[in-house]
């Protein structure tokens, strides 16, 4: 039954072919079987899975449920759970249990769907490889010596594996979209605010969205219709209405106009990857679409301006991981400089200190006007790029990621050219838009994904065209050999 | 050399609000350590800040209330630095786009003359924890209660010249704050904090010497003599050739002193920048019409109103509009009764100040209530008690009784105004002096005064002196 997509599963629920008890045992055995080698689940909570399930078969039988009850996921490790740690993939958090749920948890168990654990990620969200999880690397379910992609590369590893239906995941850069990419699953990053950050540590505020991976398109709707919506708590979440993501799924794309960034297309590109996304655009052509070469003439900015941005608001983020309230914390500090300076050395990985430094870097006196300020104004082009290309096209395609997933430690200590595993990713993320991931082919195996791109709350177009070609083509139901 | 003081304040007033400004833990003061601390104040992983409407409102009635410019967009900014005491390692405070903008307000001088003070801007933020140094042995406490608590920084143009200048605006924002209810001016409980900035330079000179800041200062005694000894300070040093380091100082009311807070002055870069977790802060016009019909009279209009109207002295208006609750008190004198109001005021300015400064009480402990002082007033102003049987009244009430109308009749002190048993007691002294009268009659006035004493001695100081007076000179003429 892993083999299904989760619609499927939510439907043998509903048909009484299976029991979410069941459902849930039988990822837990996979997961004993397959996690020690992916290292995609930091922790499993089989026991409080178990009662989470029995109790949504109960309300199932009493006729109080909806399409999730009953469906197991994975969280991010970035989603507090309340009395299960929330690590973050960091040292410095190793032993932190939160006194509350995130928002996205409370409402997808709100929804019936229960946690089978804690996903794998790279340190505080900060990495395209997994390679910065402070409790080590995730393997690529396709080919175990690549990487996962990331952040999220615990939660798309899991899903592409099938250890559970579905799992969450948060985008601040491509952290949804890229690893759904290298792994061969769905992933959408929603419209900044459509989903709450209430309870999702922060790395970079105004760019962080948490949003659903799963195989599918169909199942991406589910999720994102129980994550969605304005929540109190969250200043940023937006009052926008949330459409009913299911209902559009089957609209026909005759008349859709899809706008290809020429930037997109270029220099760089792998081969393989520019002729499976073409392939895929054809596909979606036939379907009734027509393609139109547009410009995001900002497009080269992107990368510097996201990586000054990013790195100032973590910078000041995670300055409250000082080793006086929670988490690790110095053996025998000497003073109050030497708690915060042994406690933040030594909690943090790499990454995470050279991205604190960056940032601080960029807002410090003197240096504010020629980084943050500069960054803020291209951020502003960027956005501008995007409404002036959607006069013309409802959204814009392209491949998710310049290369598929790459060999642990290749670019592992190589920070710029791992940064620019986010060429096309981060630019959502800086206007704020709404971008899916589906696969689309193989190249020596490994997944590619295509990248599209809407208007601000137009996550219902996305999953609509995805679902669309999902039907016409079978790239997102392989499984990875050995998983079956 | 003649040197010119240069003083410009930053006040914090504690807004007055049940919750938080970002979280909705409770602001109470002096509860158990970190009891009033939620996930937010706590600043734990994940949990983000959400506006407190209350606080908003509260600025707004401040600029309201001194005309200021009201910012229909402003930005909580995060001022960074790493403190034990700041639980996210930044406060949310406001840079560069504050809630309130330029204004200016107007003061009287303790000499009468009025003074200009311009502000340059008043912003909202929130307040950091406690650190706790003297309860565990070798280690420091922290105590969050505080944290998030929200603060109104309202902060002036260099326009005042002396200390005096500096206390007269400190005792006009502390009365302000307190009469549009925003915040409870508690100065030992740190709810109004002053802080000075000071800086010399010579008389006629154009450019402001250089700053110190001086910090710790919680009565309005210690502001002024903080800053007078800051500027003899920087006086002495500039005479001497020196120069004055900007830095924080430390007023030590002990010692009468102020001191540099820091050994090292560390250069802090606080990497201001606007708080992604919060949209900017957006006020509409309905918001702010709103928040204006809230307004309560305000401490000017107040003043004027009770000398157009109530016919009282501008001086003592003044004085009985200083602070909010004096003027509440006075008009809750007044409530129900019809005497002139100028009574009143003279009663609690006279008896009620008199005793409330010999005996060291504030108005908020007053043994009286309004009500009593009222009829007290009334009774004196009818004729049932004089002048001297009111305040032998006032000291029975001040030592806890309450009932003006029971005293009077249990202590006989009812004053006597029936003509008839005056006249009786007028005749019996008359009759009883033969030689006194006799004196009287041939023109030695003056004893009028001794008849008065024996006929008020007669009814033990109950007789109406007024009518007591006319029926004798009446009497004695023959």
């Known amino acids: ?484 | 050399m003649a040197w010119e003081t240069v003083i410009g304040l930053e006040i914090h007033a504690q807004l007055k609000t049940r919750s938080k400004i970002f979280s909705a833990a409770s602001t109470a003061f002096g509860a158990e350590p970190n009891t009033q601390a939620s996930a937010v104040d706590l600043g734990l992983p994940g949990v983000l800040p959400v506006v407190n409407k209350d606080v908003v409102r509260m600025a707004v009635k401040f600029a309201l209330a001194i005309g200021a410019q009201i910012a229909k967009r402003s930005v909580f900014a995060r001022k960074n630095y790493f403190y034990p005491d700041l639980p996210k390692g930044y406060q949310i405070s406001q840079m560069d786009f504050p809630i309130v903008g330029e204004g200016a307000i107007t003061i009287t001088l303790p000499d009468g003359t009025e003074k200009r003070v311009g502000l340059t801007r008043a912003h909202l933020e929130e307040d950091a924890g406690k650190s706790v140094h003297d309860v565990f042995e070798g280690a420091t406490g922290i105590d969050l209660n505080r944290a998030g608590t929200p603060l109104l920084e309202i902060v002036t143009e260099p326009d005042m010249r002396s200390a005096t200048e500096a206390v007269a605006y400190a005792r006009y924002i502390h009365s302000l704050v307190q009469y549009i209810d925003i915040c409870d001016g508690n100065m030992q409980e740190g709810s109004f904090r002053c802080d000075a900035n000071v800086s010399v330079r010579p008389v006629g000179s154009e450019t402001l010497g250089t700053r110190t800041e001086v910090k710790n200062v919680n009565s309005f005694r210690f502001l002024e003599r903080a800053i007078d000894f800051e500027v003899e300070r920087q006086i002495d040093i500039l005479e001497d050739g020196g120069s004055i380091v900007q830095e924080t100082r430390l007023y030590d009311a002990d010692k009468d002193e102020t001191r540099s807070m820091r050994s090292k002055e560390e250069a802090n870069d606080y990497r201001y920048f606007p708080d992604p977790d919060l949209p900017p802060l957006v006020i509409d016009d309905a918001f702010v019409e709103a928040v204006a019909k809230t307004m309560p009279e305000l401490p000017a209009i107040r003043r004027q109103r009770f000398i157009d109207e109530m016919g009282i002295s501008p001086v003592d208006a003044q004085a009985l509009c200083a602070d909010k609750q004096t003027a509440n008190y006075f008009e809750a004198v007044l409530e129900g009764q019809s005497y002139a109001p100028k009574l009143a005021a003279n009663w609690v300015l006279g008896e009620v100040f008199g005793r409330m400064n010999k005996e060291d009480v504030a108005l908020a402990d007053l043994p009286i209530a309004a009500a009593d002082l009222g009829l007290l007033i009334k009774r004196v102003d009818d004729g049932t008690l004089s002048g001297k049987l009111g305040k032998q009244v006032f000291d029975v009430l001040w030592s806890g009784d309450t009932d003006v109308d029971a005293i009077i009749d249990a202590r006989g002190l009812k004053q006597i105004s029936d003509s008839g048993a005056i006249e009786a007691m007028v005749d019996e002294v008359i009759a009883a002096n033969p030689s006194q009268l006799a004196e009287y009659r041939a023109g030695k006035e003056k004893l009028l005064s001794f008849f008065v004493g024996a006929v008020m001695k007669a009814s033990k100081g109950k007789a109406n002196p007024a009518q007591l007076n006319k029926m004798l000179q009446e009497k004695l003429k023959g």
């Not at chain 1, 409080?48 to 991010?76: C, E, F, V, W, Y």
């Open chain 1, 1 to 484: 039954m892993h083999d299904k997509t989760l619609a499927q599963q939510a439907a043998m629920l509903q048909n009484s072919r299976i029991s979410s008890a069941e459902l849930v045992a039988h990822y837990l055995e996979r997961i004993d079987r397959y996690n020690p080698a992916l290292n995609a689940y930091l922790q499993v909570d089989a026991e409080g899975a178990q009662a989470a399930a029995s109790q949504a078969d109960q309300a199932r039988a009493a006729g109080n449920t909806g399409p999730l009850t009953g469906i197991p996921i994975a969280h991010k490790d970035i989603f507090c759970t309340k009395g299960i740690a929330t690590t973050c993939g960091s040292k410095i958090l190793e032993n932190f249990k939160a006194p509350y749920n995130a928002t996205v948890v409370d409402k997808l168990s709100d929804a019936g769907m229960v946690m089978l654990g804690k996903a794998n990620m790279d340190e505080f969200a900060m990495g395209s490889s997994n390679e910065n999880s402070y409790f080590g690397p995730v393997a690529n379910p396709w080919q175990q010596d690549r990487v996962p992609g990331g952040s999220s590369g615990g939660s798309a590893a899991l899903v592409a594996a099938q250890l559970a239906s579905a799992a969450t995941g948060t985008d601040t850069g491509g952290s949804i979209r890229q690893p759904a990419a290298f792994c061969g699953i769905t992933g959408i990053k929603p419209t900044y605010g459509r989903v709450s950050r209430y309870g999702m540590i922060a790395f970079a505020s105004s760019l962080d969205q948490g949003g659903p991976m799963a195989r599918t398109a169909e199942d991406c709707a589910l999720l994102l219709q129980a994550m969605s919506g304005h929540d109190v708590r969250d200043s940023t979440s937006s009052t926008t209405a949330v459409p009913d993501f299911s209902a559009e799924l089957e609209a026909e794309l005759s008349g859709l106009r899809i706008g290809l960034p020429t930037e997109y297309f270029g220099e760089g590109l792998d081969a393989d990857i520019a002729s499976h996304v073409q392939a895929a655009l054809q596909e979606l052509e036939k379907a009734g679409a027509t393609l139109k070469s547009i410009s995001l003439p900002n497009q080269q900015h992107c990368i510097p301006a996201y990586y000054v941005l990013a790195p100032a608001e973590a910078s000041s983020n995670l300055s409250r991981f000082d080793g006086v309230r929670f988490g690790y914390r110095c053996k025998n500090p000497q003073n109050l400089e030497d708690l915060y300076t042994r406690t933040r050395g030594e909690g943090f990985g790499k990454e995470v200190k050279r991205r604190i430094l960056i940032g601080t870097y960029a807002l410090s006196e003197g240096y504010y006007d020629a980084y943050y300020l500069k960054a803020q104004k291209v951020r502003q082009l960027v956005s501008n790029d995007f409404s002036e290309a959607f006069k013309d096209v409802d959204v814009i395609a392209g491949p998710t990621t310049p290369t598929t997933a790459f060999k642990r430690d290749e670019k592992h200590g190589d920070p710029t050219s791992m940064y620019l595993n986010d060429l096309f990713t981060v630019s959502a993320n800086l206007s704020g838009l709404p971008g899916i991931s589906a696969p689309c082919g193989f190249s020596g195996g490994l997944p590619i994904g295509l990248q599209l791109v809407a208007p601000a709350y137009q996550e219902a177009r996305l999953l609509n065209i995805a679902h669309r070609y999902q039907q016409l083509t079978d790239w997102h139901v392989q499984t990875p050999s050995g998983f079956e």
